[in-house]
């Protein structure tokens, strides 16, 4: 089944320590995305790439970088993690836009990251 | 004029009810409507969508009501049962625009048995 896959569901870090958190997908999608989402609040764009062209939110820190090597894979690396930054980190990906196309996002089952 | 404005933020409904999840806007060029449904621990799934040119869409029990001239879109749950309790965001977003979607606050959902 064509799906988007994050790795991992689950991650620990310490305070200050690079995390890398990564996601791939099948669906030969040109756009993913990257969402933070904390308790009980809607996802929250941080940014996305349409093809290998990167698309920042402006109010994302500069803390957060990504990486997009080839159309299957994109990462999402925090270079600094603080305390604020423990959410759960969603993958999304998208056909993107064409004459009749629509922005049907779809969603990985999220990393949710633990900072100590 | 961004927003999407949800409501209510928490609902409960008994099995078998009505559950019924409002949403406006106020941008005129958003021209799609899907809805996602999250369950604890998992990444949103899209549920149903809907655009402007028509005033209902219905899958199953899911169905979207859509008024433009209030600017308004509602998501009806028919017979609704536990295994719908979940979290359910609406959105909105323009078709060759942004590729972004904007979402609502969400409303969590529990259905008792």
């Known amino acids: 089944d064509a799906m988007v896959i994050q790795n991992p569901r689950y991650q620990v870090t310490q305070f200050g320590k690079p995390v890398t958190l990564s996601c791939s997908q099948t669906?030969?999608?040109?756009?993913m995305y990257w969402y933070q989402q904390k308790s009980s609040q809607a996802p929250k764009l941080l940014f996305h790439?349409?093809?290998?062209?990167?698309?920042n939110e402006a109010d994302t820190p500069d803390n957060f970088q990504s990486r997009r090597p080839n159309t299957s894979f994109c990462f999402l690396d925090i270079r600094s993690p603080g305390l604020g930054d423990a959410a759960m980190y969603l993958c999304?990906?998208?056909?993107?836009?064409?004459?009749?196309?629509?922005?049907?996002?779809?969603f990985g089952p999220g990393t949710r990251l633990t900072v100590t | 004029q961004q927003q999407v404005k949800q409501s209510p933020q928490s609902l409960i409904v008994q099995k078998g009810g009505i559950s019924i999840i409002n949403c406006a806007y106020e941008?005129?060029?958003?021209?799609?409507f899907p809805w996602y449904q999250q369950f604890p621990g998992k990444g949103p799934a899209l549920l149903i969508a809907i655009r402007p040119d028509v005033s209902e869409k219905k899958e199953g029990r899911f169905t979207i009501s859509f008024n433009k001239s209030a600017k308004q879109f509602s998501l009806h749950i028919m017979d609704s049962q536990p295994g719908d309790s979940a979290t359910y965001f609406c959105?909105?977003?323009?078709?060759?625009?942004?590729?972004?979607?904007?979402f609502g606050k969400g409303t969590k959902l529990t259905v008792n048995p």
């Open positions: 669906l030969n999608h040109n756009v």
């Open positions: 999304a990906t998208s056909r993107g836009q064409g004459p009749t196309d629509h922005y049907e996002q779809y």
């Open positions: 790439y349409y093809d290998k062209d990167f698309n």
């Open positions: 959105a909105a977003s323009i078709q060759g625009g942004s590729e972004k979607l904007v």
């Open positions: 941008n005129t060029a958003f021209d799609y």
